[in-house]
């Protein structure tokens, strides 16, 4: 239909109203683009299953990327590089900018922790010739899921002599995998009147370690013994080192691509490694910022950004204090004049689970990174809720540089929420909001991404350095 041939309303609506597109119809072209950009992206959560093991990663990649350890005592010039880590469990990426500290920063933060099981500080027990690791489950999951499906073995563990021992089983090819158990239909009666919330029970996550005893009648826990034999033979561990010790069991499966199209991304961690990974490549892409580069990838956010390596802490705090002292800045100032992306995921809408979503405000998959003004629950409680003027500066950034966004909410109101670690930035004067990926399956063991999604995140923390 030519101009000539509108009515005056259907001009009228294309002047007033607004739809967010798709851009698989929009801008065809960037499918085999997003689709380049997420193999670099799998091959990082295949690498990164616990957050200690995302440090070692980003750190591989910073460095051949030229970035070096920051010196607080030196003075560095625009266009240098530096990464700072927090602990091993965290990390600060910075390149400096034209313009002086006083003026403000550019900050994006991702957290880099996932969901999982946690095994307990005296994990290891043999019951009924079975042995076993007693896990606490970590972050919001659905316990249901966690039952069998392989599960890998992730951790580190300080020996008595100070000795740091790795440890990853279920990852290469030929080794063991883990599970958790659950019962068969036919005897499954009793279960099935349980809540779905306690389909498996906190208690019941037990991961099952090994089946063959340890040949001697005296011993009284044979297959445990055997069990704790093999981790020493491999290892040099004993019992008592689990007390030293954090040992996560996750999903043993690789990231893969889903669908006939393959169109997504489906694998375990992508909230939040899904912005974690796109931040750190925008923050390598820097090259010449007008304002100096803070890319915070943190721990802890999946429950409540607690303890020193998360954003419930100082450290980010005490890293824009030494940024100042480095300029003769008051770090006042630089949190005055600073904008932040909190990079975290949301909701996406799915079709089969429709009722708990309000469609004129959710994100889609396919429509390009989401903006999320405010979090929360119920009354927006716990929330940042970005001002307008943010908004408008950040939609402004993506727009000037043709990235694809959308905005949404998790979910509709009082079915639920969630929090982000905005408001832990916000407390220091900061203006933020959350920008990030649709996700379906959030919090699952297999979580699906769009990989034109993924792309068009990258580009809009590329716009946001720029």
């Not at 990390?91 to 550019?106: D, H, L």
């Not at 826990?221 to 290892?235: G, N, Q, S, T, W």
Request: charged residues 25%; negative net charge; contains cysteine.
């Amino acid at each position: 239909m030519s101009e000539n041939e509108k009515s005056a309303g259907k001009l009228l609506e294309e002047q007033l109203t607004f739809r967010f597109p798709h851009i698989g119809k929009e801008a065809p072209q960037q499918v085999e683009e997003a689709a380049e950009f997420c193999e670099g992206y799998k091959a990082f959560l295949n690498e990164g299953k616990t957050e200690r093991e995302c440090v070692e990663a980003a750190v591989k990649r910073l460095e051949a990327a030229d970035y070096t350890a920051i010196d607080f005592a030196k003075q560095y010039q625009p266009g240098d590089k530096v990464y700072f880590i927090n602990r091993k469990k965290a990390i600060i990426m910075t390149t400096f900018g034209q313009k002086p500290v006083k003026e403000g920063v550019r900050i994006n933060g991702a957290h880099i922790d996932s969901p999982r099981l946690d095994l307990k500080p005296n994990p290891v027990y043999e019951k009924n010739d079975m042995a076993y690791f007693k896990t606490h489950y970590y972050g919001g999951i659905r316990k249901y899921q966690w039952g069998t499906i392989p599960l890998a073995m992730h951790g580190v563990v300080i020996k008595k002599n100070g000795e740091i021992v790795k440890i990853s089983i279920g990852e290469q090819e030929g080794d063991p995998v883990f599970c958790v158990s659950d019962l068969l239909p036919h005897l499954a009666a009793k279960q099935n009147e349980r809540k779905l919330s306690e389909g498996l029970k906190g208690e019941e996550l037990n991961v099952i370690i090994g089946s063959v005893p340890f040949v001697d009648d005296s011993v009284k826990e044979p297959v445990k013994l055997m069990a704790l034999k093999l981790l020493h033979d491999r290892y040099g561990i004993t019992e008592a080192d689990f007390y030293r010790a954090e040992i996560e069991m996750v999903p043993a499966h690789k990231a893969v691509d889903v669908g006939l199209d393959r169109s997504m991304i489906g694998a375990y961690g992508q909230d939040d490694r899904i912005c974690a990974y796109t931040a750190m490549m925008a923050e390598m892409q820097a090259k010449a910022p007008e304002y100096t580069t803070v890319t915070a990838l943190v721990d802890k956010e999946e429950i409540g950004s607690e303890g020193n390596t998360g954003m419930n802490s100082d450290f980010l705090k005490h890293y824009l204090e030494r940024l100042a002292q480095m300029q003769g800045a008051d770090v006042k100032d630089l949190c005055e004049h600073t904008l932040c992306l909190s990079s975290d995921v949301n909701a996406a809408y799915d079709p089969t689970f429709a009722d708990v979503f309000e469609a004129n405000n959710s994100c889609y998959i396919n429509k390009g990174c989401v903006l999320t003004k405010y979090t929360g629950a119920r009354g927006k409680s716990a929330s940042n809720d970005a001002s307008a003027e943010t908004m408008a500066k950040v939609i402004g950034i993506m727009e000037k540089e043709g990235v694809y966004w959308q905005a949404g909410e998790l979910g509709a109101v009082d079915q639920g929420g969630g929090g982000t670690i905005a408001k832990y930035v916000a407390h220091m004067n900061i203006d933020v909001v959350d920008l990030g990926v649709p996700i379906l399956s959030m919090h699952a063991p297999f979580e699906l991404s769009s990989k034109l999604d993924v792309y068009n995140t990258y580009k809009a923390f590329c716009a946001f350095y720029k």
